[in-house]
Nanobody, 125 residues
Framework: EVQLVESGGGLVQAGGSLRLSCAIT????????IGWFRQVPGKEREGVSC????????YYADSVKGRFSISTDNAKNTVYLEMSSLKPEDTAVYHC??????????????????WGLGTQVTVSS
């Protein structure tokens, strides 16, 4: 069974940086869409950054563009989200998600099949 496990969250002061990791096991498909999403209590889930393996296209929410970067290490079956210039409004539980397939467009969150349990990111002011 496919399993995604996030790590790397923590408490950081505004302006600081964090690197989140998503370790993936049990996934044997050639192509995929991988995404990072975040959620805070009382608010809907927000897409942060996504990547399609087919063409390595990436997508970023306007709120994080220029500050966050998604990348993959296929040898380690790991996806990363590097976050810099963090703001208090970045505080959330960050989840990674995975969908098998060959895609050339942005995949909405409800289409993703596999989700991790998340890692907490807290940015203090």
């Amino acid at each position: 069974e496919v399993q995604l496990v996030e790590s790397g969250g923590g408490l950081v002061q505004a302006g600081g940086s964090l690197r989140l990791s998503c370790a993936i096991t049990g996934f044997t498909f050639d192509d995929y869409a991988i995404g990072w999403f975040r959620q805070v209590p009382g608010k809907e889930r927000e897409g942060v950054s996504c990547m399609n393996s087919a063409d390595r296209s990436t997508y970023y929410a306007d709120s994080v563009k220029g500050r966050f970067s998604i990348s993959t290490d296929n040898a380690k079956n790991t996806v990363y989200l590097e976050m810099s210039s963090l703001k208090p409004e970045d505080t959330a539980v960050y989840h990674c998600a995975l969908l098998a397939g060959t895609f050339y467009h942005l995949i909405p969150p409800y289409d993703y099949d596999y989700w991790g349990l998340g890692t907490q990111v807290t940015v203090s002011s």
